[in-house]
C-alpha cells in the first residue's frame, strides 16, 4: 500500500485524485491546494490542505501544478529522505526537483478536461527517476494506476509532449475552426462528428500516412483554389494555405 | 427499388457500392471504370463496364471521380430524360452537370479508405437538386442510404467540405507529424493511440472549444519554448510555431 500526498488541484490532480481514491493498493493522504477550500470537483472526503507546513508524510508526494510553478512548489517542500516527489508535466526537467533526495518524473499522457471521465488505467505514463531504486518504486506506483508504463529521459519525454500537442491540441483547434466555418453558415456542426470519430478510429487499421485523405495529399490544385478563394477574407485563409503547402512537400516522404 | 449505375472505381465509388450492395431497397445495376477489368477490391459479382457507350438505363447515375474529370465524363453521358445523374464531390458546382434534364448533387461527408470500413447509414449525405422534384428523388435514395440527409447550396457544401479539411486531412496531418517525432526516438508510435482516441472522444461530451487543452492555449510561454527549442532544426518548427500563435490570438474568441 503506497501513500500518496497530491500538491495541486487542476484538472491532472482532479483525474489522478480520482484514480487513487478508485485503487485498492493506492491511498490517498492528503491533497494540498492554494484555495482555503477543496475545489467542489473533487471528492469532499478527500482530506485537504492549504497551508504547506501541514503536509502529512507520505511514499510519494505528486506535484500536479503548472510547470512554471513548480520549481517554487518544490522548493517549499521539506520531506524525509525515505519519501519520493516527482511532479506530472510532460516538459518539465526532473532536475527541477533536485533538492530532494528522491526525485523523478510519472507524466500521463492524455489530454484532461473537469467534465470529461477518464480511465486512468488505460493512459500511458511515461516516468523517469533520480536513482534505480527510485525509479523503480515509481514504476511501482505507475503500474498500478495504467496498463502501460514507459521509462524515458527528459528530452525524450519532451518530445513525446511535442506529439502530443500535435496530436491533441493542434487536432482538437482544426476541430474548432471546422465548427466556426459551419457556424458562420448557420450549418448543423454536428454533422461532423461521424467525420471526427473515423479520424480518429482509422488508426485502428492504418497508419497515419495511410489514413491521410482530401485535396492537399493529392495535390487537387483546383479544389484547393476554390477552398482558398472562398477562405480569402477569413483568419482561417493562412492555416489552410500554409497546411496545404506542409502536406504537398511531406508527400513523398509517406 | 430504385436502379443505380455508378460511375468510377475510386474509394468513394468503393463504399457507395458496398452500401447499396447491403441494401434491400437498392439495386447496383452497373459499375463503369475506365479500367478493362473490374478492380479486385470490388465485389467480383458487379457487373462492370469501360465502355460509356454499354452503360445501361437506371433511375441514378452517380459520378465518383475526381473532381476534375466530373465535367468531361458528364458531358460524354447520354442519359434517358427520366434519368438523374448526380456528382459525389464536396466542393464542385452541381452546374458542372447542368447539360442533362435532372441533375444534382450526393456527397458523402466521410474519408474513406479501401482497406476500413464504414457504415453508411452514419455518414451524413449533403444534397442538392436541379428542380424540387429532383431534390426530393435524391433525397428519397438519399434516405435509404443514411441517417442524415442535408440540403445545402454549392457554396455551403463547399464550405462543408473545407471544414471536412480541417477535422480530418489537418488533423490526421498533425498524427503524421506526432508519429513521425516518436519515430526519430524510436519511441513506439502506439502510445499516442490513447490520445488520439480521447481527443474525438471528448467532443460527444465537450465542444472543440471547451475540449482545448495544452500550452498554447494556456499561453505557457516556458513550454512553448521548450518546444520550439527542441523542434529548431527540424521541419515542424513553423507548423508548431505557427498553430501555437493561431491558437493565443483565438483566445479571447473561444
Known amino acids: 500500500m503506497f501513500n500518496i500526498v497530491i500538491i495541486g488541484t ?22 494540498f491546494g492554494r484555495k482555503k477550500k477543496l475545489p467542489k470537483n473533487f471528492k469532499q472526503s478527500i482530506s485537504y490542505c492549504y497551508n504547506l507546513k501541514e503536509i502529512k508524510k507520505a511514499d510519494f508526494y505528486i506535484i500536479c501544478v503548472n510547470d512554471g510553478a513548480i520549481l517554487k512548489v518544490s522548493d ?27 526525485y523523478g518524473v510519472l507524466y500521463p499522457l492524455q489530454t484532461f478536461s473537469k467534465r470529461k471521465k477518464t480511465n486512468f488505467r488505460d493512459i500511458p505514463i511515461i516516468i523517469e527517476g533520480s536513482s534505480n531504486s527510485v525509479l523503480n518504486k ?11 508504463v514507459v521509462v524515458c529521459s527528459s528530452e525524450q519525454r519532451t518530445l513525446i509532449h511535442i506529439s502530443a500537442v500535435f496530436t491533441n491540441n493542434f487536432s482538437n483547434f482544426m476541430n474548432i475552426i471546422a465548427e466556426k466555418i459551419l457556424k458562420s453558415q ?18 485502428n ?8 485523405t482530401g ?40
Chains 1, 2 share one sequence.
Request: with cysteine; charged share 25%.
Open 76 to 102: 517549499e517542500l521539506s520531506l524525509d529522505k525515505s519519501s519520493i516527489v516527482v511532479h506530472s508535466s510532460g516538459s518539465t526537467n526532473m532536475d527541477e526537483l533536485s533538492k530532494h533526495k528522491n
Open 10 to 31: 487542476g484538472n491532472v490532480s482532479h483525474h489522478l485524485c480520482n484514480a487513487i481514491l478508485n485503487s485498492k493498493t493506492l491511498n490517498l493522504v492528503q491533497l
Open 205 to 212: 487499421y492504418l497508419s497515419p500516412s495511410e489514413a491521410q
Open 186 to 203: 448557420n450549418i448543423d456542426v454536428d454533422i461532423l462528428n461521424p467525420l471526427i470519430k473515423e479520424t480518429a478510429d482509422k488508426l
Open 215 to 254: 485535396p492537399a495529399i493529392r495535390n487537387d490544385e483546383i479544389t484547393i483554389q476554390k477552398h482558398l478563394n472562398l477562405l480569402k477574407e477569413t483568419k482561417y485563409f493562412e492555416v489552410y494555405n500554409r497546411l496545404t503547402e506542409e502536406i504537398i512537400k511531406s508527400k513523398n516522404e509517406l
Open 138 to 148: 515509481i514504476k511501482k506506483l505507475s503500474t498500478l494506476l495504467s496498463k502501460k
